[in-house]
């Protein structure tokens, strides 16, 4: 229990500083707008060759927005390591959970039974909401919310319950090697394509 606690503080607090990041990536852009209308980058001289400011270019706006996006920069690596920090630690802990989650996450061993994997995942990427889960490549999904071998007819049915979930939990049962594993996963928009930043493909019959 101290373990799930500390794993969700985490969690949260990664969420947190990915959505600073997005912040300061926008922030960066929005600057960078400002060089190109002064058709400069961040190294070209703002004198002429006499050394007097350049009459085209806004010298004093030019400076202290290269200063700006330099300190932006900086803030960016630094949030950049924390979030690396902070994923270490979310794996860690899952590991740590792993060894008691299999058995408290499923009722009986009936019910293993009667699950069946019906998509592997082939791509997780960093920094997604699929990874903050816990969610890796090659977990076999035994359930996704409420869709299970036995109602799944394509893709589809993923994609429409993962759009109607944004930034709702949604339980994620998945079989790791001997293990089975609930998931909490929380579809929302993110730096990278999609809700989730994670890819699945059908298994079929003979791969069960």
Known sequence: ???????????????????????????????????????????????????????????????????????????????????????????????????????????????????????RVNLVSPGSPAEIAGIQVEDLILEFGSVHYRNFKSLADIGKLVENSRYKVVNVKIKRESNVIVLSLTPRPWVGKGLLGCNVVPLEVVER
């Open 1 to 119: 229990m101290v373990v799930d606690m500390e794993l969700q503080e985490i969690k949260d607090a990664v969420l947190q500083m990915i959505a600073d990041k997005e912040k300061t990536e926008a922030d960066i852009r929005a600057l960078k707008e400002v060089l190109d209308s002064n058709h400069v980058g961040m190294d070209e001289p703002l004198v002429d060759a006499e050394g007097y400011p350049k009459q085209d270019i806004d010298v004093y706006q030019v400076r202290h927005t290269r200063h700006k996006i330099i300190c932006l920069t900086n803030d960016h690596k630094a949030l950049m390591k924390k979030i690396e920090e902070g994923l270490h630690k979310i794996h860690a802990l899952m590991g740590a959970n792993e060894v008691q989650q299999p058995l408290s996450s499923v009722p009986d061993n009936q019910e293993v039974e009667t699950l069946e994997p019906f998509l």
